[in-house]
Structures are given as structure tokens and as C-alpha cells.
């Protein structure tokens, strides 16, 4: 597929080694954009550079970044800016979680998660709003998750971090609505990618809803057939985004119907 708004542009991804990143990065080289790609495996971003080039003749920046470097962050966006000027758009993809019962979960790895997803993403996000304000123009996506909206059992620091990446995000968004710099979130259900590795340590939740996984190349082709358009979330599947409405309506109705569904983790 290619997307023709997409063609000359500066697109940053972070998270981009694997995944939906690597899906996402792909589909934008297809469409003549020009990528910045950031993630901690610098290999394997390596990898993925020679492989869009050869296949596309794309330009691909590439950089080793933990988004829980916040000096990191500084240093390497200061550099995109110095050799491309501004990015057009910003997807905030990297993250991760971890499936553990709230009283056995560590409080080193709870402070992890949350400057990974939602420190991180709120640090590159401030790098790009300057110029993006100052253009009037630009993307913001962040890769948030169902979880944001319905937590279940053994993911409650995981959902808090979407949680917050939900609120900022639709805070964001009415403070850029008057300079046309759009903010999208991305509210997936499970996906089949090295996510799970390691929140699902032993393997039973992903085995018990092997049904419902969405493929990464799907949820990565919904995101970039929206960019640059004014749309407000992207929830994958509808079905699962029905159920989180229905449980903003109606919390124990779904907590006491789903108890049995929600402790297959």
C-alpha cells in the first residue's frame, strides 16, 4: 500500500527494530517517506535500514535509543533536528509490559515501565513540539493499548501506564487542535510480536487467546493509512473496543461477566 501524503516526509519511529515498528517503518519507506529510526538494538535497526533501502531506495536515518534516557533523548533528537530541520511525524512506539500480580511486582520494574512508557514518550514528544508548533504542523502517535481503557487482572501497572498515555495524549490534542498538529492514539488489543516474550513469561495468556492476536503488519497498515489525517483513536479489534465502552458504562457488569476471561493471564 502507499500513502501519497506520506511522500517526502520526516517520519520518526521509536521501537523500531521489531514489531509493528518495523512493519510501520516499511509501509512509510513504500510510500517515499523519509525515516528516523530509533530503538536499543542498533543491529537489528541496522538490518532493517539495508533492507528498506534496497527495497524501496528509501532514506533511513537510524539511531540506538532507550526512551528512558531522557539525556539520551535530548542529544539524538537534537541531531534529527540538526540534519533534517523538523519531523513531520512523531510515532511514540516503544514500550513494554509485564503480566505479574500487583503485590509481586518489584517496584524497580514498576519505575521501568513507567519511564519507558510514559516518560520516554512524553520526553520525545516534547523534543518535537517546538518546531511542530512553530510550522503549524505535524502528527503525534502514540501507541497506547486497550489496556488504557479496561485493566484487567495481573496487568495493573501496565494498564496505569497506558492509562496515562491516554490522558496526555487526549490533553495534547485540544492544546494543538488550533494549529493543525493532529494526536492520534493507538488502542490495540493483543499482538503477535516479541512483546509477549517477556509479559508473558510463562506463555499461557498468549496460548489461551492465540484466537484474537491481531498480526502486526494489520495494526501497522491501520496506523499508516491514517497519518496526517485528524482522527482521534485507532482501536483494533472493534470488538474489544466495544467491550471497553461497555465497561466505561457499566464497571461491574463486565468485572463480574468477565472474571473468568480476564484471569486466563
Not at 509490559?97 to 514518550?121: C, D, Q, T, W, Y
Not at 494543538?176 to 516474550?197: E, R, S
Not at 466505561?248 to 473468568?260: A, D, H, I, M, Q
Request: net charge positive; glycine share 6%; hydrophobic share 45%.
Amino acid at each position: 500500500m502507499k500513502n501519497d501524503r506520506l511522500k517526502g516526509k520526516n517520519i520518526l519511529i521509536t521501537g523500531a527494530s521489531g514489531g509493528i515498528g518495523a512493519e510501520m517503518a516499511a509501509l512509510c519507506a513504500e510510500s517515499g517517506a523519509r525515516l528516523v529510526l530509533m530503538a536499543r538494538s542498533i543491529d537489528k535497526l541496522e538490518k532493517l535500514k539495508d533492507d528498506l533501502q534496497a527495497r524501496y531506495q528509501a532514506e533511513v536515518l537510524v539511531y540506538q535509543l532507550d526512551v528512558s534516557d531522557t539525556n539520551a533523548i535530548k542529544i539524538v533528537f537534537s541531531d534529527v533536528f540538526d540534519r533534517l530541520g523538523h519531523v513531520d511525524i512523531l510515532v511514540n512506539n516503544a514500550g513494554f509490559g509485564i503480566f505479574r500480580a500487583a503485590h509481586e511486582a518489584p517496584i524497580e520494574e514498576i519505575k521501568s515501565m513507567f519511564e519507558v512508557n510514559v516518560v520516554g514518550l512524553m520526553a520525545c514528544t516534547s523534543m518535537v513540539l517546538p518546531i511542530m508548533r512553530e510550522r503549524r504542523s505535524g502528527h503525534i502517535i502514540n501507541i497506547a493499548s486497550q489496556a488504557g481503557k479496561m485493566a484487567t487482572p495481573k496487568s495493573s501497572v501496565y494498564s496505569a501506564t497506558k492509562h496515562a498515555v491516554l490522558g496526555y495524549s487526549n490533553s495534547l490534542r485540544m492544546e494543538l487542535d488550533d494549529l493543525n498538529i493532529y494526536v492520534t492514539t493507538v488502542n490495540p488489543g493483543p499482538i503477535a510480536t516479541n512483546f509477549f516474550n517477556i509479559a508473558d513469561e510463562e506463555g499461557t495468556y498468549l496460548k489461551n487467546i492465540q484466537r484474537w492476536v491481531l498480526k502486526p503488519e494489520y495494526v501497522a497498515r491501520q496506523i499508516v493509512e491514517r497519518m496526517l489525517t485528524r482522527t482521534r483513536e485507532i482501536n483494533l479489534p472493534r470488538w474489544m473496543n466495544t467491550t471497553s465502552i461497555f465497561y466505561t458504562l457499566f464497571p461491574r457488569v463486565v468485572e463480574r461477566l468477565g472474571k473468568r476471561a480476564f484471569n486466563q493471564k
